[in-house]
C-alpha cells in the first residue's frame, strides 16, 4: 500500500502540491476504498472547490485554494470512511467478537472445533462436507466459554471451503 501510494517528491507539481502530498494520498486511498465497497458518490462542495482552481492556485497556492480544496476533499473521504467502517460494515461489533474470542482467554472453540472436525479437516476440500463443517463450528461456539447468549455477535461467522 505504502509503496504503491507514496510520495513521489520529485514529481510533485510544486511546493504547494509538495506540502499537501501526504494528506492528498490519503484522501485519494480513502476515497479507494470507498469506491470498492461501491460508496463513491461526488461531494458537491469538493467538486466546487476543485473547478475554482487555477493554475497560479497548483503551483504557488498564495490564497491557500488548494490547501482548502485538499482539507475539504480529506475531510469529506474521512467522514464517508468513517461512516462505512462503523455504520454499515459495524466494525466495532467486529472487533470486539475478534476481542472476546481471541484476545480475551475465550478462543478455546477453536482447540475445541480442531478437534471435534479433525476427522473431516483431514479430507481433501472436495470430498469434506462444508454443512458438517458448519453444523460442528457452529457447536463448538456455542459451548464455549464466549459463545451463547450474543447471536447477534456471531452474525457473520461462517464457514467457507
Known sequence: WETRFGPRPPKAAGPAVAADLGKILTAGKYRRVLRDAGVHRPDDASLKAWAALGP??????P???????????????AARLKDLLFGRERCLEKLRVLKRFFLAGQGDF???????????LARPAARASATRLAHLLSATLAASAGGG?????LEGVSLEL
Open 56 to 61: 497560479s492556485d497548483v503551483l504557488d497556492d
Open 63 to 77: 490564497k491557500g485554494k488548494l490547501a482548502r480544496a485538499v482539507d475539504g476533499a480529506y475531510g469529506a473521504a
Open 110 to 120: 477453536l482447540g475445541n472445533f480442531l478437534e471435534v472436525a479433525d476427522s473431516e
Open 149 to 153: 447468549g450474543d447471536d447477534d455477535a
